[in-house]
Nanobody
Framework: QVQLVESGGGLVQAGGSLSLSCAASGRFASNYPMGWFRQAPGKEREFVAA????????FYADSVQGRFSISRDNAKNTIYLRMNSLRPEDTAVYYCTAYARGSYGSNWYLNSQPGDYWGQGTQVTISS
């Protein structure tokens, strides 16, 4: 069983920064794209950022582009999300995912599919 374990969530003031980590353990194909989603209370889970194995391609939601940065360390099977200029609307549970698929369609990073791996989620709260 593959496990994704997130860390780094917490409480931060608006305008501040926070870094999240997601470490994979167990049998894991390290070439999977990985990414982050988030879900605020009463709202649908939404895409935040994704990164391919090589790291040369990244994808961001419009709401976080220019503020968040995703990266990965394949030797550690870990991805990171650096969040800057945080806003109260960034408050959500943040979930790490591995896009564990045999093929990838258009806009593959925007939605999950059965078979994708997920972390347990970590709470990020931005105070105003």
């Amino acid at each position: 069983q593959v496990q994704l374990v997130e860390s780094g969530g917490g409480l931060v003031q608006a305008g501040g920064s926070l870094s999240l980590s997601c470490a994979a353990s167990g049998r894991f194909a390290s070439n999977y794209p990985m990414g982050w989603f988030r879900q605020a209370p009463g709202k649908e889970r939404e895409f935040v950022a994704a990164i391919v194995w090589s790291g040369v391609s990244t994808f961001y939601a419009d709401s976080v582009q220019g503020r968040f940065s995703i990266s990965r360390d394949n030797a550690k099977n870990t991805i990171y999300l650096r969040m800057n200029s945080l806003r109260p609307e960034d408050t959500a549970v943040y979930y790490c995912t591995a896009y564990a698929r045999g093929s990838y369609g258009s806009n593959w990073y925007l939605n999950s599919q059965p078979g994708d791996y997920w972390g347990q989620g970590t709470q990020v709260t931005i105070s105003s």
